[in-house]
C-alpha cells in the first residue's frame, strides 16, 4: 500500500511539471497616433489580464484605469509614433496611452490629455490582445481629446453661455426653434464631443452597432412631436451657422439629426431589446413637513438626487457638465432649469418656476416585446415640466403621462423611475414616485412602502409597486432586483427610520450625508433642491484621474431666479 501511495504522489507532482507545454516569446507593438494640434511625450501601458478556470477572460475596467491598478509593462515615447513590448508573459493584455502634456507621468484630465485605447473597432471599448500562445501582435492605438466649454462668456441673439461660480450655465430664450439655434450655435463642439464619446464609444461601444441598430431604431420606432422635431432642427442648424467642423471622425460623416436625437434618447438604448434589465446606479430623497421642521428647510420640501451611470473613461459626462436655464416664450409655458448635457432639447434632471422637481432613475422593464410609437423619457418629462406646476397631483401628473403612451401601452420605453414632487403647503401627497415602462405606470404614494411615513419618499433602480406581487416580495416581474440597488435603498431607508425615531430634522446637511451614503464611486453630478425656497446646490465630480465622487466634491447654491439673470 506504501509503494502505491509513493507511485501515486510521484505522477501527482511530476505530471504536470512533464506535459507543461512551453511558452514563445510574446511581442507586442503598434502606432500611437493623434491628429490634433497638442505634442508631448506618449505613454502606453500594457495591462494584463485575468482568466478564469474556464477560460473567459476579464476585460480592463474604467475602475483598473482610474483606481490605481498597476499595468504589467509601461512604455515611454519621446512623442507620437511606433512603441513595442517585448519579451511578454504569455497571456492576455489591453492597452491604454496617453499624451503626457505636463510630464508627470500620470493621466489628467485638467486640462484633458489625448487619451486612447486599443479597441477592435472604431469607438469601441477597450478591447483585449491574445498573447496565450506567444508571438508577435500589432495593436494601434489613437488618442482623442474633448474640447473644453470656452472660458470666456458667449452670446448668440436668444441665448447665452456664461460660467456662474465656476460652473456652465447655457441661458435660451425665445421659441423652440429661437432657443434651439442659439443652443448649437454656443456649444456645437461639445454636443458633438458627448455624442462621441459618451453615446457612441462609452454607451453603444461601436460605432458600427450604432449605426446599424440605433439610428435606424431612431428612425422608426418613435412618435417625435412636431415641435421636438423643429427645435432638433435648429440646434443642427445652429451648429452648422457657427463654423464648427461637422465631421464625427468614427462614423466618417457629419453630426445630423438623428445623432442629436440619440444624446436625447441616450436612455432608450434599452428600449432596443425586450424586457430590458434596469441600467445605472441613481439614488432620490425627498423630505417635508414633520421631517424638515427645526432644520434649515423649515417644514418645506427638499429634494436630492445623485445622478450615476454615466460615467465615461474620458470624463466627458464631468467637464461637459450644463445647467440649462429655459425661457420658452410660446404662451402658458414655465421656464425651466436642467442638468444636463451639450444636445439635450429635454431632460430627466429638471426643474421649473413653480417648484416642480423632475428627476429618473432607471427601471426595468416587464416581459415583452420592442414596441413602436415612443417618446422619450426626456421630451415627456420636459413636457410635463413646462406645462404643469405647484398645483400637480399624482393624478394630474399620471394623466399627463398616459398622453405619452406608446403602442405598448407605457410612456417609458426603457423603464424609469421618477420622482415628482412640488413646494409643501400643507397637500396630503406633495411628493411621489412614478414607475413605468413600454407597457404600463404606477404611482407610488410615500406610505405604500417602507420608509412608510407620510413626510418622506426615497427611490433608487428597482420597481417597488409597478410589477410587484405581494406575495413575492423582493421580486419585480419575477426578477430580483441588482444588489446595487437593494443596498442602496437599505442604506437610505434604515438611515431615514432611525432619524425619524429620533425626530431628527432633516436639512440639507442630512441630505448631503444621504447622498454621500449611497454613493459608490459612480456618480457625476448630484443636485439637492428646497423648493419652498426655490435654491438648488448642485456638486459636480472632480477632474482627479480617479472614480466619481460627486456629493462629496463642492456644492454649489443657487437660486433659481440667479440661473436667468444677465441671460439677454
Not at 80 to 95: I, K, Q
Not at 152 to 179: C, I, S, Y
Not at 318 to 340: I, K, N, Y
Not at 514 to 541: K, W
Amino acid at each position: 500500500m506504501l509503494r502505491r501511495l509513493r507511485a501515486v504522489v510521484f505522477i501527482l507532482v511530476l505530471g504536470p511539471i512533464l506535459l507543461a507545454p512551453s511558452g514563445r516569446p510574446a511581442t507586442l507593438g503598434g502606432e500611437i497616433r493623434y491628429t490634433g494640434p497638442e505634442s508631448g511625450p506618449v505613454v502606453v501601458q500594457a495591462y494584463s489580464l485575468r482568466v478564469t478556470a474556464e477560460g473567459s477572460v476579464w476585460r480592463l475596467t474604467k475602475a483598473d484605469v482610474l483606481g490605481g491598478r498597476e499595468a504589467a509593462r509601461t512604455a515611454s515615447l519621446p512623442g507620437r509614433g511606433e512603441y513595442r513590448f517585448l519579451d511578454l508573459e504569455n497571456g492576455y493584455y489591453s492597452l491604454v496611452a496617453f499624451m503626457d502634456l505636463d510630464g508627470d507621468g500620470a493621466l489628467d484630465f485638467d486640462p484633458p490629455e489625448p487619451l486612447g485605447w486599443y479597441a477592435a473597432e472604431l469607438g469601441g471599448w477597450i478591447d483585449s490582445v491574445d498573447l496565450s500562445g506567444g508571438g508577435d501582435r500589432r495593436a494601434d492605438i489613437v488618442l482623442r481629446k474633448p474640447r473644453r466649454f470656452p472660458a470666456d462668456d458667449r452670446r448668440a441673439e436668444h441665448g447665452a453661455l456664461r460660467w456662474l461660480k465656476g460652473l456652465p450655465v447655457l441661458q435660451v430664450h425665445g421659441t423652440a426653434e429661437e432657443r434651439g439655434f442659439a443652443h448649437g450655435y454656443l456649444v456645437g463642439e461639445q454636443i458633438i464631443d458627448f455624442f462621441e464619446f459618451y453615446v457612441l464609444e462609452d454607451s453603444w461601444r461601436s460605432a458600427r452597432r450604432y449605426e446599424a441598430e440605433f439610428a435606424p431604431f431612431l428612425e422608426s420606432h418613435f412618435d417625435y412631436s412636431p415641435e421636438y422635431l423643429a427645435e432638433a432642427d435648429a440646434v443642427v442648424r445652429g451648429m452648422e451657422a457657427s463654423g464648427i467642423d461637422m465631421t464625427v471622425p468614427w462614423l466618417g460623416r457629419e453630426f445630423r439629426r438623428v445623432d442629436l436625437l440619440a444624446i436625447n434618447a441616450y436612455i432608450e438604448r434599452r428600449a432596443t431589446q425586450p424586457s430590458a434589465a434596469a441600467g445605472g446606479g441613481c439614488s432620490q430623497f425627498a423630505f417635508w413637513g414633520q421631517a424638515t421642521e427645526g432644520s434649515d428647510v423649515g417644514g418645506g420640501l427638499i429634494a436630492g438626487r445623485n445622478m450615476d451611470g454615466e460615467v465615461d473613461l474620458r470624463k466627458v459626462t464631468v467637464t461637459h457638465f450644463l445647467l440649462f436655464a429655459v425661457d420658452p416664450s410660446e404662451p402658458g409655458r414655465r421656464r425651466w432649469v436642467s442638468a444636463m448635457w451639450p444636445g439635450f432639447v429635454g431632460t430627466i434632471s429638471g426643474i421649473n418656476e413653480e417648484g416642480l422637481y423632475s428627476m429618473e432613475n432607471a427601471g426595468g422593464t416587464g416581459p415583452g416585446p420592442v414596441v413602436d410609437g415612443l417618446t422619450p423619457c426626456s421630451w415627456v418629462q420636459r413636457f410635463i415640466l413646462e406645462n404643469a406646476g405647484k398645483e400637480s397631483t399624482p393624478e394630474s401628473i399620471g394623466e399627463m403621462i398616459d398622453r405619452f403612451r406608446s403602442a405598448g401601452g407605457g410612456a417609458f420605453g426603457a423603464g424609469s423611475i421618477i420622482l415628482w414632487a412640488v413646494p409643501y403647503e400643507g397637500q396630503p401627497v406633495p411628493a411621489f414616485v412614478s414607475e413605468g415602462d413600454r407597457f404600463g405606470t404606477a404611482i407610488r404614494l410615500p406610505t405604500d412602502v417602507a420608509p412608510a411615513s407620510p413626510c418622506d419618499i426615497m427611490a433608487t433602480n428597482h420597481h417597488l409597486v409597478y410589477g410587484v406581487d405581494p406575495d413575492r416580495a423582493g421580486l419585480y416581474f419575477g426578477k430580483e432586483p441588482s444588489f446595487s440597488s437593494q443596498w442602496r435603498y437599505e442604506t437610505g431607508m434604515n438611515t431615514v427610520e432611525a432619524w425619524t425615531r429620533q425626530r431628527k430634522p432633516l436639512g440639507t446637511t442630512e441630505m448631503r450625508w444621504l447622498l454621500e451614503s449611497v454613493a459608490h464611486g459612480t456618480t457625476e453630478y448630484s443636485v439637492i433642491f428646497r423648493a419652498n425656497e426655490m435654491s438648488v446646490d448642485v456638486a459636480v465630480d472632480d477632474l482627479a484621474a480617479d472614480l466619481w465622487d460627486a456629493p462629496y466634491q463642492r456644492w454649489v447654491s443657487y437660486e433659481f431666479e440667479e440661473l436667468f439673470a444677465g441671460g439677454g
